[in-house]
Nanobody, 121 residues
């Protein structure tokens, strides 16, 4: 079984930076794709960024030029580098990802538990 664990959240001042990690553990043969979402209190969940195994990335307009999604295949870890943070970026950030779990085409998809990011002075 595969598990995802996010880390890296915290309190940061406006203009600051954080790097979130989404680490997968278990029997993994390879990475397929992943997404980072966020949900602020009283708001709907928002897709922030996505990445495919070939390297294609997509970003919400609200974070383009400030956030970067990447994957380290050797560590089975997806990152979200967040720069020039604003108070509006305050939310619980969660990742979901799909991994290959065998050499016969089997896959696993799931969510991590989320990590709080608070941008405030």
């Amino acid at each position: 079984q595969v598990q995802l664990m996010e880390s890296g959240g915290g309190l940061v001042q406006p203009g600051g930076s954080l790097r979130l990690s989404c680490a997968a553990s278990g029997t993994i043969f390879g990475f397929n794709d992943a997404e980072w979402h966020r949900q602020a209190p009283g708001k709907q969940r928002e897709l922030v960024a996505s990445i495919m195994s070939g390297g294609t990335t997509n970003y919400a307009d609200s974070v383009k030029g400030r956030f970067t999604i990447s994957v380290d295949n050797a560590k089975n870890t997806v990152y979200l580098e967040m720069n020039s943070l604003k108070p509006d970026d305050t939310a619980v950030y969660s990742c979901n990802a799909e991994f290959r779990i065998d050499d016969a085409g089997g896959t696993w998809w799931g969510w991590g538990q989320g990590t709080q990011v608070t941008v405030s002075s």
